[in-house]
Structures are given as C-alpha cells and as structure tokens.
C-alpha cells in the first residue's frame, strides 16, 4: 500500500517511472529495491544493495510484458513494462526480505491467487494474473 494519496487504499505492485537514460528493466529493480528494501538470500549468501542483487537477479529472469492503454491509471496514460523472475532458478528458498521505504505504507509477499481477490490499484490484478 502507497503513502500517495491517490493509491493509499489500495494494494499496488512496486513501480516507478524511468529516470532519464535508465532501461526500463533497472527502472524495475530500482524500484523494488527503493520501495520495499529487497535483499536476497541465495543459498547462505545473503544479497543487499542493487548491485548485488543485479549480479545475481539476471539469472533468474523469466520474461517480460508490455500493457498500454489511455484508461489503465487515472493519473496519467501510462504505459507498463512487468518483468517476472523466478526466484528458485537461483536457489532462493525463502520468499526475499521486505520492509517497508520510500513511500510505501505498507509492504509484504502475496499469493498469487490472493492478488486476484484483493483491492488492487488501477490494473495491478490484471497485470499479475498475466504474469
């Protein structure tokens, strides 16, 4: 759940908009790292900082999808990239550690089939049932 007003009562996956000269898929990972403080644990290695996890987190990459649309946020037309990775390609056993930054209001791991049944910001549902 965001601070911001707008998305305040709502569940939201981690996101932002691309700095000037970024990719979209450090875009991703910036964000996540910003919003919820991700660290990984692979194997007994435990992972903190985007650089770490970007040496290890490529690896586990599954594919991306775009969503575009002039509906999709009230905010703004905005255009999605989602990345999806698969954690256990790595040898992550525990869901990674999260808590809460930046402007999350709350934070913490979902199931998937729970995602479809929650309160979603704006498209997020639709965007995690596709993934």
Do not use: C
């Not at 450090?26 to 992972?47: D, H, K, N, P, Y």
């Not at 990345?83 to 199931?111: E, Q, T, Y």
């Amino acid at each position: 759940r965001s601070r911001r007003p707008a998305v305040r009562r709502h569940l939201a996956s981690p996101g932002g908009f691309v700095d000037k000269g970024e990719r979209p898929y450090m875009t991703a990972l910036r964000e996540l790292v910003e919003e919820t403080s991700f660290r990984l644990t692979v194997g007994r290695t435990r992972i903190i900082g985007l650089d770490g996890i970007l040496r290890h987190i490529e690896r586990a990459y599954v594919g991306s999808f775009r969503k575009e649309g002039p509906d999709r946020d009230p905010r703004a037309h905005i255009n999605t990239t989602t990345f999806v990775f698969d954690l256990d390609r790595i040898g992550v056993i525990d869901r990674p550690g999260v808590k809460l930054a930046d402007d999350a209001r709350d934070v913490g791991w979902k199931d998937f089939a729970e995602i479809l049944s929650l309160d979603t910001y704006a498209d997020h549902e639709q965007i995690v049932a596709q993934a």
